[in-house]
């Protein structure tokens, strides 16, 4: 079992940064590929970024890609989402993820944190 917190979240300018942090508790988790994913009002939740087990293998989406970073800390069981040149259209709740496996939709994982809100302004 692992539970998940997140935060970090918060009302940034566009061209901003944020750093969203996920603490996760159980003595599995550095078992698990780690996931974050966002949900705008209206839409679907998707992916973000991922992150194997072993820190060593990431994807993100293509929307994505060059601003943020996501990163692992296993001795403090927590995992980063580095938001850099955010745009309005980042704004969502974001979620991170557990999972057996690096995957990119959300029925691939098996634990979420309850979310925690980021609002670019433009």
């Known amino acids: 079992q692992v539970q998940l917190v997140e935060s970090g979240g918060g009302l940034v300018q566009a061209g901003g940064s944020l750093r969203l942090s996920c603490a996760a508790s159980?003595?599995?988790?550095?078992?698990?590929?780690m996931g974050w994913f966002r949900q705008a009002p209206g839409k679907e939740r998707e992916f973000v970024a991922v992150?194997?087990?072993?820190?060593?293998?990431?994807g993100y989406a293509d929307s994505v890609k060059g601003r943020f970073t996501i990163s692992r800390d296993k001795a403090k069981n927590t995992v980063y989402l580095q938001m850099n040149s955010l745009k309005p259209e980042d704004t969502a709740v974001y979620y991170c993820a557990a999972g057996d496996q690096v995957r990119y939709t959300t029925p691939d994982y098996d634990y979420w944190g309850q979310g925690t809100q980021v609002t670019v302004s433009s």
């Open positions: 159980g003595r599995s988790f550095s078992r698990y590929a």
């Open positions: 992150i194997s087990w072993s820190g060593i293998s990431t």
